[in-house]
Every structure is written in C-alpha cells, then in structure tokens.
C-alpha cells in the first residue's frame, strides 16, 4: 500500500487534538444550520396555525350568516317571532357566542393572530348592539360562557352603545347613502 499521497496530503501526523478541533467547527456548523432551519419551520407552521384558526373563524361566520339567509323570520320584531322562531333566536345566538368564545380561547392560547382577534371582537361587538341581542346576553345568556370572556365581552359592550341595528328596517337602511343612514340612525335610536 502507497502511503506516500497521504503524506503529501498532510494526514500523517496530524495530532488528535487538530482532528478535535476540526470536528467540533464542523459541529457547530450543524448545529448552526439546524437551528436556522428549525426557526424557519416553527415560523411556517405559526403562520399555518394561525391560517387555520382564521379559516375556522370565517367558516364558523358563513355557518352562522347561512342561518339568518335560511330564517329570515330570525330579522323581525320579536312581537312578530313564531315561538320556533324565538327558540331559533336563542340557540343561534348561543352558537354564535360560542364561536366567540372558542376564538377567544384560541387567540388567549396564542393560536390566533390579534389582528384577526380585534377583527372578530369588533364583529361580536357588533352584533351585541343590537337592542334584542344585548338583552338576550345581559339578561342571561351569558351564563353560559367562561367568566373571562364574559368580562371581556362586557368591557366591550360599555364602549358600544345599544342599537335597533337588527330589525328588518335597520337591514333596509345599510344600502341607504350614507347621509340616509345616519338619518336613520338619529330617527331610530333606542328609546327614542
């Protein structure tokens, strides 16, 4: 055996100490590389986390506004409301507030992006202002959810003042002009 290209290659001779010292760059090197890729990855899946979260929040929202297109009758006075009707009310504001409830969850655990939080407590909001609705949860639906989201909820309730937004004529006014609507706004506050 020719060992004379391993000499020249300066293999021989080599101290274990270079050879340890060789070894633990390449290490670090490795290590190195997988943090970075580890990094990139826990950022995707973040980023997938937080899409699935806001696809469940818009699918919960398509299931809750397919309900109201099916029951119209859910839009009327409620002197106007057929008992089923009344009962509809009641179980699809539950399912609405539970949907809120979940995303709330959700977004505490860091599973939903704020943006995406701000936007749907902006919509729950929305919904409570309604005269109906916001009876419904002060006079006892909100029984039926975590005492945190309750207190959340209501902190945002005290900034939304209470509407007859969910009657059938305040659904007619949203594709008034805007000078319309206010007029309508001003014409049909609550108590007045």
């Given at each position: 055996m020719d060992l004379?290209?391993?000499?020249?290659m300066g293999y021989v001779g080599m101290n274990t100490s270079k050879l340890a010292d060789i070894s633990e760059i390449v290490s670090s090197i490795a290590i190195v590389v997988t943090?970075?890729?580890?990094t990139v990855q826990m950022q995707q899946n973040t980023r997938a986390i937080e899409a699935s979260a806001r696809q469940g929040a818009?699918?919960?929202?398509?299931?809750?506004?397919?309900?109201?297109?099916n029951h119209p009758e859910m839009a009327a006075d409620i002197s106007?409301?057929?008992?089923?009707?009344?009962?509809?009310?009641?179980?699809?504001?539950i399912l609405f507030?539970?949907?809120?409830?979940?995303?709330?969850?959700?977004?505490?655990?860091?599973?939903?992006?704020?943006?995406?939080?701000?936007?749907?407590?902006?919509?729950?909001?929305?919904?409570?202002?309604?005269?109906?609705?916001?009876?419904?949860?002060i006079n006892g639906g909100n029984i039926l959810f975590d005492p945190e989201f309750i207190a959340e909820v209501n902190a945002e309730l005290q900034k939304t003042p209470?509407?007859?937004?969910?009657?059938?004529?305040?659904l007619r006014a949203l594709i008034l002009s805007p000078a319309e609507y206010q007029e309508f706004l001003e014409a049909n506050k609550p108590g007045g």
């Open positions: 004379s290209n391993i000499k020249k943090l970075v890729f580890l818009a699918n919960a929202d398509a299931q809750q506004l397919i309900q109201v297109i106007e409301m057929s008992d089923a009707t009344v009962v509809k009310v009641h179980f699809n504001s507030m539970r949907n809120r409830e979940n995303e709330w969850a959700q977004h505490k655990s860091g599973v939903m992006d704020d943006a995406t939080w701000v936007r749907l407590r902006a919509s729950t909001a929305y919904v409570l202002q309604d005269e109906r609705m916001r009876n419904w949860w209470v509407t007859n937004l969910g009657t059938k004529e305040a």
